[in-house]
Structure formats: C-alpha cells, structure tokens
C-alpha cells in the first residue's frame, strides 16, 4: 500500500486518473497572519507566539 499526497490542492490533483490527496492552504490567510506578526514584532510587542496555527484540512481523494 502506497498514499501519495501533495501540499497545495492544485486543480489537477483532483482531475487526474489517480485523484491526488492534498493539502489545500489559505496563501491569503498565511500571507495575512505573516504580516500581523511581523508588524507586531517590530512594533515592539513581546507577546508573540512562537508557533502559529492557521488551520488546515485534508482533501482526501483516491490516493490516501
């Protein structure tokens, strides 16, 4: 048994034969929250977290 998965939910992943497992991701969201933090940080603030979490899911096809 083999899964196969990809990062991104590129539209042919779920077009080809094998229908391709991925990780779709909000490159809005990211983009947004990279901002925040970045602005926080250089405007001094000293509660940053060292990880965030931006929520992702799971397409599942044929593949996993």
Do not use: W
Request: with cysteine.
């Amino acid at each position: 048994f083999l899964a196969i998965s990809g990062v991104v939910d590129f539209e042919i992943a779920g077009a080809s034969a094998l229908g391709l497992t991925s990780v779709p991701s909000d490159g809005d969201q990211m983009g947004r929250t990279a901002a925040y933090l970045i602005h926080n940080y250089y405007s001094g603030c000293t509660d940053i977290p060292k990880v965030t979490n931006i929520n992702y899911s799971i397409l599942q096809r044929n593949s996993a």
